[in-house]
């Protein structure tokens, strides 16, 4: 199985590290026997038709800060997405919620090329869900997102597969873990200021915070969920979304007088997608603290369903990947 | 497809009820047009080769407190289990840990003459998981349990399906809804024997509850669960139990002063199976109240996941039956 990379940052390294960890069992429980034939970073691409040496790419990755230096001299490809013969390919480069690039151009490439795509960038796939399923369809292979959301949480896995014969008629929960660190602060008595900047000491919150502060990264999961599980056509611009920036100290301790909290919520129902601050008990299971993350599926016939976990971290992500690839080889590559 | 159904109680009902509303889609999703070609309660059988008719079984099942007036006068089947053909047997008998009977005979007939068999009866496999799992690979069907741990909440399938190319190292959590509720009601300042009795009166509690107090029912699930998810060829013995009876209210305010509570906890590790009244952390995500289940499953990779959901009802624990319906048309009929 032939597989290339596009993005090397922590998930892929973190990736890269799972499949040597792995290649035994992979090999053992699903016969998938993986070769990475090209990995790709923003400064160029390592390639081998036989397989990269994975210990050496990391290598190389961190001496060098590129993988671009893997032969020596830097290669350079034309097009590499379409013109490298790959059975996979992998796009793990930095969410742009804006124009969905490059993420977008590259998976659109490789379906086009007839490659099945794994990806963890939210972008593409929050942007134009539709268009790009119709492409996975029109070329006959996959198109895989299990870690863009929940991380390593298998929350859609559990929505498709898990609840069979019944009905999931909405869902709601917390979808960002930077926002909760935040607001579970703020119940100890810090203010917003103080709890992000906090959360940016200890690494929650990095460059981009806004996108996590004003919602648009719980929004793009909720549109990936929403076109996913309850099969609606739906982006970005359909969702209400507001984010924790005006959330007082005040209104918290308000809640919790009261055996509640305010949380960022992300719902969806037969009509609505919104994301926005939210009143919830401290009795539902939703209401978790720190940096998990939460959904709880509402069905018609097994009641209320709630899946807990860390919504992010390198390895975790690259775990979501790993299973990705499993379902693409048990589905795809035995039909 | 045609089924047999043994113990028409709420499970039972319920069962019967969600075919009726759910015909038309189990065939147009699944390909599955399931017959009840046998029903049968402590009191006889109901019996229609061709199929009988859903709407007249539930009515008669009301009318008359058994399914045996079906036809007028009374059936008597020699052996109906083994004599009579069908793809699927369905245990829905009452549980009982000490002899595991009747279900114990009912599934080792049906796996015997090659039917698939679902139950939601734990007393066979908390005794005797292993054999049954030898008996029915030997006869070439299948043995599903959804409905054993979780009632509708899909615990098992989550741990089987949802983390391919990881491991599951140990699990823990909240397995039994009556003595949760129990522990619930002491954390607002009722004693057990308060608690206790006003869990009888809602209904939580029923004619067997020491099953419940004692951590039987518990361990029973935890059994299942270790052998089906670890590979650990286990039963009732091998657990370390300990009942709710002795816990004291006054250790349950110290708890809530440190911002912890008393749970009834099952874990599974490397090592060993408990049962036992423990403290844990208000923000662990177990730390569910009321009458919820909860179980964290701890995985090498993608850190820990929880599943939170009611662990009983009659609806709920009829939808994990059809989920294993749906399981051996896909897996077995077409294969």
């Not at 804006?98 to 690039?101: A, C, N, R, T, V």
């Not at 870690?147 to 929940?150: L, M």
């Given at each position: 199985m032939r597989l290339i990379i596009c993005g090397m940052g922590v998930v892929g390294q973190s990736f890269v590290k799972l499949l040597i960890d792995s290649s035994e069992s992979l090999y053992k429980k699903y016969g998938i026997k993986p070769r990475i034939v090209a990995c790709a970073d923003s400064n160029g691409v390592a390639y081998s038709q036989t397989g990269l040496d994975l210990e050496k790419l990391l290598i190389v990755k961190k001496k060098?800060?590129?993988?671009?230096k893997y032969s020596g001299e830097k290669l350079h490809f034309e097009n590499y997405i379409e013109n490298i013969d790959a059975e996979v390919f992998l796009e793990l480069t930095p969410t742009n919620l804006?124009?969905?690039?490059p993420g977008l151009s590259h998976i659109i490439s490789a379906l086009r090329t007839h490659k099945n795509v794994i990806t963890v960038n939210k972008g593409p796939l929050a942007l134009s869900f539709p268009s790009l399923i119709e492409l996975s369809d029109y070329n006959n292979v996959m198109l895989r997102f299990s870690?863009?959301?929940?991380g390593g949480t298998p929350v859609l896995e559990f929505a498709k597969h898990?609840?069979?014969g019944d009905k999931i008629t909405s869902f709601s929960g917390i979808l960002n873990g930077t926002t909760n660190y935040i607001l579970t602060k703020m119940t100890e008595g810090f203010t917003f200021d103080e709890a992000f900047n906090d959360a940016k000491i200890k690494g929650?919150?990095?460059?981009?915070s806004s996108l996590d502060i004003d919602g648009d990264d719980a929004a793009a999961k909720l549109v990936i969920m929403a076109n996913w599980i309850m099969g609606y056509k739906v982006s970005m611009k359909d969702v209400d979304k507001k984010g924790i920036?005006?959330?007082?100290l005040d209104d918290i301790n308000d809640a919790i007088k009261n055996r509640k909290n305010i949380k960022l919520i992300a719902k969806c129902d037969e009509k609505n997608l919104y994301v926005k601050p939210s009143i919830i008990s401290t009795?539902?299971?939703?209401?978790?603290?720190?940096t998990l993350n939460a959904v709880t599926f509402k069905s018609v016939h097994s009641g209320d369903q709630t899946i807990i976990g860390r919504g992010a971290g390198g390895m975790e992500t690259a775990s979501s990947v790993l299973r990705d690839l499993i379902e693409i080889k048990e589905n795809f590559l035995n039909s």
């Open positions: 060098y800060g590129t993988v671009a804006i124009s969905g690039e870690g863009t959301v929940g898990c609840l069979k929650f919150a990095e460059a981009e920036s005006n959330v007082k009795d539902d299971p939703i209401c978790v603290n720190g």
